[in-house]
């Protein structure tokens, strides 16, 4: 998987949007979750429990609705509620 279907996969399961730092076509293991990540979920323990170990070393940062990177300690509710209402809506 490159990194940005690794991107791609994340918003459709978790509706969540990552950027992963390294070229759109490095290689990245499978995301292979199954069930949405917890809207009480902190973004760090989201990209510690779920991005981390798939993408090694690189940098992550989640992006809010308006393009921000966010506060570890936000909330994935939050996140997700800030994508409503500027475009991004999940599909």
Known sequence: MTVQE???????QDGI???VRDRSNAKV???????????NWRITQFLNNR?????????VAVVDGDGK??????????????YNGN?????
């Open 87 to 91: 475009g991004c809506k999940k599909s």
């Open 17 to 19: 949007r990552i950027v």
């Open 6 to 12: 690794r991107e791609n996969k994340v918003w459709q």
């Open 29 to 39: 293991k499978e995301y292979n979750q199954k069930k949405v990540a917890q809207d």
């Open 51 to 59: 991005i981390a170990p798939l993408v090694k070393d690189r940098e």
């Open 69 to 82: 990177i966010t506060n570890g300690n936000m909330k994935l509710k939050a996140i997700r509620q800030s």
